[in-house]
Structure formats: structure tokens, C-alpha cells
């Protein structure tokens, strides 16, 4: 789920390559869940560069997945 949030707030999300096994979630004791990890993204000049994010959500049930917070560096 955190792919998609991060997602939606890239320039060119269709290009960006999630590095999978970077990523690491943790679930706190309040029910939400921190997911680090790593993304490559096109510079202005096409170049891609490998970005960190971190995304904070919560489960609210029925399948929904509500952002908290996100940065993405």
C-alpha cells in the first residue's frame, strides 16, 4: 500500500522502479505501521536516482488503507 501513496505523489510514477527487499515496516502499538524503503525516480534530465521514502498509515478496515504521513527524500 505505502508503493501507492508513494506513487501518487512522484512526477513520473509510471518510470519509478520500487527497489524491493529495501523496504522495512514496522507496526506500532496504536495500529499504524511506518514503511521505509527505497525508490529509483527520474531526475529533470531523465537520470535515475535512487530516493529514500517513509510513509505512515493506518488499516481502517473494509480493505481501506488511509496515509498519515509521508516523505520522501
Known amino acids: 500500500m505505502c508503493e501507492e501513496f508513494v506513487s501518487r505523489h512522484l512526477k513520473a510514477p509510471s518510470q519509478a522502479e ?16 511506518t514503511v521505509t524503503g527505497e525508490v529509483d525516480v527520474p531526475n529533470a534530465f531523465g537520470v535515475m536516482i535512487r530516493t529514500r521514502y517513509r510513509c505512515e498509515l493506518h488499516y ?3 480493505d481501506m488503507w ?8
Open 60 to 62: 481502517g478496515g473494509n
Open 18 to 33: 520500487f527497489i524491493y527487499g529495501s523496504e522495512v515496516a514496522v507496526h506500532h502499538s496504536d495500529g499504524r505501521y
Open 66 to 73: 488511509y496515509l498519515d504521513d509521508i516523505l520522501i527524500e
